[in-house]
């Protein structure tokens, strides 16, 4: 190699040092801004000429809702209430394009259109339970700018499985106390009291529908932020038998009404199963083998999941079914669309769940409405949106 093209070699890594280290400045520069910022007001209030969202009407052929219960489609599109019992919340994370996209999101479920945005939390992944919250964030407060900047950078490498926080949270959005995640955010549920928590991540890996991935999921104190519970400790038992295998993982956590019991995914040999835990003998029992991400009906009475009905890897496809618990029969729901989510019931009739717009990796997602029966039909509830956490009225 000449001596000059050696000198135009070392002027080249020198620009792309200086390159580097303007990028980690200007993303420090962005976060600082982001955190001043966020000293402002915790809420921020819209009107219905700031909707999210707007839900289609129902079909012509379809009647309209009577007597007790109001049909969440209808209710969004501005229909009046009947006003026997005031309504219940919608907490959810926005995904749309812009100022408010991650922001954690509440409004009325009787009024979709009247959204109230945290200023200071931007979630992955968000529960709700007994005037306290709880949000899976990118470095607890950090707003989605910061993090393309960082994920645009070599540091993105770094930060990817260690730059999450579960942050506690109250109805006002105001933050409590955080704790760092191990992990991609993936899974939250709180108990019906809102003293538990089960939090989910990925260690490695990034989808259900690959082989490659590996998970923690634990139980955590909500007054206290402390984590009680990492379920790998749990012995593992089917029908009778201990279940033992290096490969285990758990993922998808619902509570019981005691709390004491809750039921989660166990995933091992290729295998999906539903088993329940419980918490202060550090056990699990396998009660049904196919099901994953179990989310307990409010009567205690079902779980749905969703069931792997084909392929691994990119054809994956699940299927949302329902689970009797007294007698383990199984039926499948009205979507026929792959559905990659812990389903979220709005009632015991009906539950909640977020699809992506399109096929495309990084895609909007919108929350669909489902009737909890064979013969039920989805319907679009909300644009833009995913993670939804339902606060019946009175709670």
């Known amino acids: 190699m000449s001596q000059g093209d050696r000198r135009y070699r070392n002027l080249f ?17 962005v976060v600082r801004r982001s955190r001043s910022s966020s000293a402002t007001s915790p809420i921020v209030s819209t009107g219905p000429s700031q909707t999210p969202a707007e839900a289609p009407a129902a079909p012509p052929n379809e009647p309209a809702s009577s007597g007790a219960k109001t049909d969440v489609a209808t209710i969004a599109k501005g229909a009046p209430v009947a006003k026997a019992a005031p309504a219940g919340r919608l907490y959810f994370v926005t995904n749309a394009v812009g100022d408010t996209s991650h922001k954690l999101a509440v409004a009325p479920l009787d009024a979709l259109d009247k959204v109230n945005y945290s200023a200071e939390l931007s979630c992955e992944r968000v529960d709700f339970s007994s005037g306290k919250g709880l949000c899976l964030a990118w470095d607890g407060t950090v707003s989605p700018p910061v993090k393309r900047t960082v994920q645009n950078s070599w540091m993105a490498l770094m930060a990817k499985f260690t730059g999450y ?197 990084g895609t909007s997602t919108d929350i669909w409405m489902l009737p909890a029966a064979a013969d039920g039909s989805p319907r679009l509830l909300l644009k833009d ?11």
């Open 165 to 361: 926080s579960a942050v506690l949270f109250d109805e006002q959005f105001r933050p409590g106390w955080s704790i760092k995640l191990k992990g991609l955010p993936n899974r939250v549920r709180l108990s019906p009291n809102g003293r538990l928590a089960g939090i989910t991540v990925f260690i490695s890996g990034e989808s259900y529908a690959s082989l490659q991935f590996s998970t923690r999921t634990t139980i955590v104190d909500i007054p206290s932020g402390e984590v009680l519970a990492d379920l790998e400790s749990f012995a593992v038992t089917r029908n009778g038998a201990v279940l033992q295998s290096p490969d285990f993982n758990f993922w998808g956590v619902t509570f019981t009404k005691d709390e004491n019991r809750f039921y989660a995914t166990l995933w091992t040999k290729r295998k999906a199963y539903i088993v329940e835990c419980d918490l202060a003998k550090r056990t699990a029992n396998v009660i049904y083998e196919g099901g994953e991400c179990p989310s307990l009906s409010p009567d205690n009475k079902r779980v749905a999941f969703k069931k792997r009905f084909s392929g691994i890897g990119i054809i994956t496809h699940w299927r949302i079914c329902l689970l009797d618990l007294k007698t383990l029969t199984e039926t499948p729901l009205g979507e026929t669309r792959s559905v990659d989510d812990q389903v979220e019931w709005l009632d015991n009739d009906r539950i909640l769940y977020a699809l992506p717009q399109h096929q495309a990796p």
């Open 385 to 395: 949106a995913f993670s939804p956490a339902v606060v019946p009225s009175g709670n």
């Open 13 to 29: 890594l020198l620009l792309c040092a200086g390159c580097v280290l303007m990028t980690v400045l200007y993303g420090l520069m």
